[in-house]
């Protein structure tokens, strides 16, 4: 528990205001949920770089996706 107590505080970091976004964690299942739906359609790796290349192919996709928005993919809380 101690040796991980610095990063399962990490959002403090954050502004309060985007608080509410990163404690949970949405944003990852739905990252891993477009990682399984592609590992579906490819079935079985040749190696471990073939796997490595899909996963990079997914969060470019995903950054890019971010990137282009109009709106902020962090939306700051109501309260402040």
Same mark, same amino acid.
């Given at each position: !528990? =101690?040796? /991980?107590?610095? =990063?399962? @505080? ?16 949405? %944003?990852?299942? $739905? ?6 739906? $592609?590992?579906?359609? @490819?079935? +079985?790796?040749? #190696?471990?770089?073939?796997? @490595? $290349? @899909?996963? /990079?192919?997914?969060? %470019?996709? +995903? #950054? ?5 928005? =109009?709106?902020?993919? !962090?939306?700051?809380?109501? =309260? #402040?």
């Amino acid at each position: !528990l =101690d040796s /991980g107590f610095e =990063d399962a @505080i990490q959002f403090l970091a954050h502004p309060v205001e985007y608080h509410i976004s990163l404690r949970t964690t949405n %944003m990852l299942e $739905r990252l891993n949920q477009e990682v399984r739906r $592609r590992e579906r359609v @490819i079935r +079985i790796f040749t #190696n471990d770089q073939s796997a @490595i $290349r @899909i996963i /990079g192919s997914v969060l %470019m996709d +995903i #950054n890019e996706e971010w990137t282009s928005k =109009d709106y902020p993919y !962090l939306k700051k809380s109501k =309260d #402040n």
